[in-house]
């Protein structure tokens, strides 16, 4: 009965901020740069994006690179997706959308898809002209590049949090940004 009772109150949840959601009122443009807060002994992933925000959804292009692995990484991504705000509330962001891109390993390039979620919590006042950004964003890549030929055989892959596909390369970040 108490999980039935958490399942409700959940859905009522995920409904209530459905119908509370809003798209952004405004267009603008934000440049970011983003941080893979899972430093290793070898490094950690950085990479710039710039987004174009419009009311209904955003569109992006990022680069990003890796040098801790054996056989470093470089990447291009483009993402469409939708944006929107909760409770009419500017000041948070938060935003969906699906990712297409390339990643290079040696001078090979491989294909990758995925989906990402985020959010943009601003930081500088309303009225400012230039505007400053934290967020976070997590995501999850099918990527070619993640097949035998770099890492060996399946037992080397470690599982996600989501899936134990090894294909699947799940990933979050740290998001600073500015706008116009």
């Known amino acids: ?46 990479g710039g994006e710039i987004q174009k925000i ?21 990447d ?4 469409l997706g939708i944006n929107f705000n909760l409770f009419n509330n500017d000041i948070i962001r938060y935003y969906s959308g699906a990712r297409l891109g390339i990643i290079w390993r040696t001078t090979s390039p491989f294909p990758m898809v995925g989906g990402a979620v985020g959010f943009d ?6 009225y400012a002209k230039t505007k400053y950004y934290i967020g976070t964003r997590l995501w999850i890549d099918y990527r070619e590049d993640q097949k035998d030929q770099f890492y060996g055989d399946s037992s080397g892959y470690q599982k996600g949090l989501i899936t134990s596909n090894p294909l699947l390369q799940e990933n979050g970040a740290v998001v600073f940004s500015i706008s116009w």
């Open 121 to 126: 919590i601003r930081l500088s006042k309303f």
């Open 76 to 79: 291009l991504i483009g993402t």
């Open 1 to 46: 009965m108490k999980t039935i009772k958490k399942k409700i109150i959940a859905l009522l949840l995920v409904i209530s901020s459905i119908a509370n959601a809003q798209f952004i009122d405004k267009d603008y443009t934000q440049v970011s740069m983003f941080i893979d807060p899972t430093v290793t002994d070898y490094g950690f992933q950085i």
């Open 54 to 74: 419009m009311h209904w959804g955003y569109a992006s292009v990022a680069a990003s690179t890796y040098n801790g692995f054996e056989v470093a990484y470089t």
